[in-house]
């Protein structure tokens, strides 16, 4: 049974990963990002680039995907976003077309294979990241033998929650988030920068991207349409935790993570994902809003 | 009319330096009228080029290696190359184009099973021809079709005996993705099973292209189970070797034992998480005989890439474009169905051995091996069945060699019944 509950607790760590970033770009900024599966295809990238040509390691790697996705979304915050606030349905579509050539970039390892030139890494190939000795295999805690590189996952992801929660309610930089997540108008007029914080706060929601993405080398091959099916789990998790709401995109993580673990581990993984949609499609059928509505914009 | 002639002048002074230069040119221009076209379609792009670009790769290396020794019936051989774009839609339309507008005679084509139901009725219509070169679930008796990858005896006859037998092993957990190739070798694995006095204590799928392996592997785990028996397919592949390795679970104790693990997916997960885990192929890139190192050193150089990998279906592309070429010879002219006729029966020494077309099924005769992985990606070839074994494609259904389903007068339906 704990074995049940660890895997359940990974998997809703691992939807959370995800999900943390586009609580911020969705929830907090209503803006639809269908590029964010592609900014965590990036964070991986950036593990495997930086194995080849740094010979850094999975860990050092954190911050370094984390550095470079937050500078991929702050361009598109300011090249495309910036100019689309507000109406959701065409953040969609341009975020779409930018989740597209941010692949296209990858496959095409930035136009030099028309030149027959090639950069070790990139590519429509697969490529993968080799595991420190020290994550790999099992450990045992409490009796319960628990996989290394999960645990470690989970270890990331309280970390980057905790920090995430400490720069929105508790530091000055948060306050102006919500600040504008309320009413952007009134917090311009209170002497808010807008323009930044938005720039800012679109920047950070990446780089969770791009650590998930990290996270996610581990144990997945990298290539470059694996982002795609992250962004949906991401989406469902945010929606059915009410946008805008952290503590929803926690609560609702843990909850579909476990349900996924459980009902694969009595039945089997196909009924468990139908499971999971199942549930999600309930919350929002009876609480149209999520499980934690919060009135912005 | 100045123009013209001056043009004409300029036309056959290139021409004249063309055949200086290359005689590969000069064919390519001046006898385009005298050459045999041949369709070649496979996914350029999209998620299966990775795997579908090495096989459309083997099929024009080993084209222009017949072109190099003067063609077939004198003539070169064209290839029209097509992409599919791992789209089962985009298959059947360039599949048209290549039968309707190109004519060609034959189109050697189709990695998944899925693209290659998709382009069959084009073929069955019009009277074509399509070479499959990939291992695929068997269940499919079309007399417009020439199969030379394994069918599911050519993989599982020799495989399950020896895991019973010389692995000691006796409980198997059979896992596989959640789609028709998986579920019918399932179906084999378990006769192939009871037959040989072991047992299977689960038979469980994930959906194709999920790589979340967390409850699955923690299944296995506490199933009681000795052996595993995957047939989990594409990049789902990685993610399971990797979660195996992380709870815990080691080859040595608890081997997984694969139908669908070749050196591309070993080389995408990285060694180390398969070293001690055993496959089933006819072919492997290992193989010592220095008709395969050779063919290794050729597909190298073709492909311009000194580290490429050679598998099963690749090298299933490269031999049988040979077994055509002698049919399209015996059969004196290039049309599809004396090509089809004259292809029955046709022998070759491929790299991975003697190999020959079946008469009544047209699937291939292939010699079945067992390769336990090593560290540096490639597997050490630790069995070799003795000869070549017939294919039975209904060997889910009972088939045998005595008593075959699919005859040169099509499918038996009633003994599939029966």
Redesign the interface.
């Known amino acids: 049974m704990a074995?049940?509950i660890f895997?359940g607790l990974?998997?809703s760590s691992?939807l959370l990963l995800v999900a943390l970033g586009l609580a911020i770009t969705y929830g907090a900024m209503g803006v639809i990002n269908m590029a964010h599966g592609e900014l965590v295809m990036a964070g991986a990238y950036v593990t495997v680039l930086s194995g080849i040509w740094l010979h850094l390691n999975i860990i050092a790697a954190i911050p370094l995907a984390f550095l470079v996705t937050a500078l991929i979304g702050y361009l598109i915050e300011r090249l495309v976003v910036r100019r689309l606030y507000g109406r959701l349905l065409d953040t969609l579509l341009a975020t779409w077309g930018v989740a597209i050539l941010i692949q296209q970039a990858v496959r095409l390892e930035f136009g030099l294979s028309f030149f027959g030139r090639h950069i070790a890494g990139l590519g429509?190939?697969?490529?993968?990241v080799?595991v420190p000795e020290a994550l790999?295999?099992?450990i045992t805690i409490g009796g319960v033998?628990v996989?290394?590189?999960?645990a470690f996952i989970i270890g990331v992801t309280v970390v980057l929650t905790f920090a995430t929660w400490l720069l929105m309610y508790r530091s000055s930089f948060g306050v102006q988030v919500r600040a504008i997540m309320r009413n952007p108008n009134m917090a311009a007029a209170c002497g808010i920068n807008v323009q930044r914080v938005n720039a800012l706060t679109f920047a950070y929601g990446s780089g969770l991207a791009g650590v998930a993405g990290v996270m996610m080398s581990g144990?997945?091959?990298v290539?470059p349409?694996m982002g795609t099916?992250m962004v949906v789990d991401g989406f469902l998790v945010v929606a059915a935790g009410g946008v805008g709401s952290l503590l929803g995109t926690i609560l609702s993580a843990g909850l579909l993570g476990q349900i996924?673990?459980i009902v694969?581990?009595v039945t089997?993984?196909?009924l468990?994902?139908a499971m999971v949609f199942a549930v999600v499609i309930l919350i929002i059928v009876l609480k149209p809003r999520g499980l934690f509505s919060y009135r912005g914009r | 009319m100045n123009t013209t002639r001056r043009s004409i002048l300029k036309a056959s002074a290139l021409s004249a330096a063309g055949t200086l230069a290359s005689p590969y040119f000069f064919h390519r221009t001046a006898q385009a009228a005298d050459v045999i076209k041949v369709g070649v379609l496979f996914s350029q792009t999209g998620?299966l080029?990775?795997i579908e670009?090495s096989l459309a790769d083997a099929t024009l290396m080993a084209i222009s290696e017949i072109n190099a020794t003067g063609g077939v019936l004198g003539k070169q051989i064209q290839p029209i190359v097509e992409d599919g774009a791992s789209d089962p839609k985009t298959f059947n339309e360039k599949a048209s184009k290549l039968v309707i507008q190109d004519k060609v005679p034959t189109v050697f084509a189709c990695y998944t099973s899925a693209s290659r139901k998709a382009v069959l009725p084009v073929f069955e219509r019009r009277a074509n021809l399509l070479f499959y070169p990939t291992y695929y679930e068997g269940f499919e008796c079309s007399k417009n079709v020439v199969y030379t990858g394994a069918v599911p005896n050519q993989q599982l006859s020799n495989f399950i005996p020896w895991i019973i037998k010389t692995l000691g092993k006796k409980k198997f957990f059979i896992v596989g993705s959640?789609y028709i190739y998986p579920r019918e070798m399932a179906k084999v694995c378990k006769v192939l099973i009871e037959q040989n006095g072991g047992q299977w204590v689960a038979d469980?799928?994930?959906?194709l292209?999920?790589?979340?392996w967390?409850?699955?592997v923690?299944?296995i785990k506490?199933s009681g189970c000795d052996v595993v028996l995957s047939n989990v397919v594409g990049?789902s592949v990685?993610?399971f070797y990797?979660?195996f390795?992380?709870?815990?679970l080691s080859h040595a104790k608890l081997p997984i034992c694969a139908t669908v693990t070749s050196e591309?997916e070993i080389?995408?997960?990285?060694p180390e998480y398969a070293v001690g885990s055993f496959t089933s192929f006819p072919y492997f890139m290992a193989i010592d005989t220095d008709a395969n190192k050779q063919f290794v050193e050729r597909y190298r150089a073709f492909v311009k890439n000194p580290k490429a990998v050679t598998h099963h279906a690749l090298e299933s592309s490269y031999f049988q474009v040979f077994l055509w070429k002698q049919a399209v010879a015996k059969a004196g002219e290039a049309m599809p169905i004396p090509i089809r006729n004259a292809v029955m029966g046709q022998e070759f020494n491929a790299p991975n051995g003697h190999v020959k077309i079946e008469p009544a099924n047209l699937h291939t005769w292939l010699t079945p091996r067992i390769a336990e992985w090593q560290a540096d990606g490639q597997g050490k070839i630790i069995d070799t069945y003795p000869a070549p074994i017939m294919p039975l494609p209904y060997v889910a259904y009972g088939e045998t060699e005595k008593n075959l389903f699919c005859t040169g007068k099509g499918l038996d339906t009633a003994k599939l019944k029966g």
Not at chain 1, 147 to 150: E, I, K, V
């Open positions: 074995e049940i895997i990974s998997l691992i429509v190939g697969l490529q993968n080799t790999t295999g099992a033998q996989n290394a590189f999960r144990f997945k091959t290539f349409d099916p996924n673990g694969a581990s089997n993984d196909i468990a994902r | 998620g080029s990775i670009k959640n469980e799928y994930l959906e292209g999920d790589s979340e967390g409850s699955m923690n299944k506490s990049d990685v993610a990797r979660e390795k992380n709870q815990g591309i080389a995408a997960m990285g």
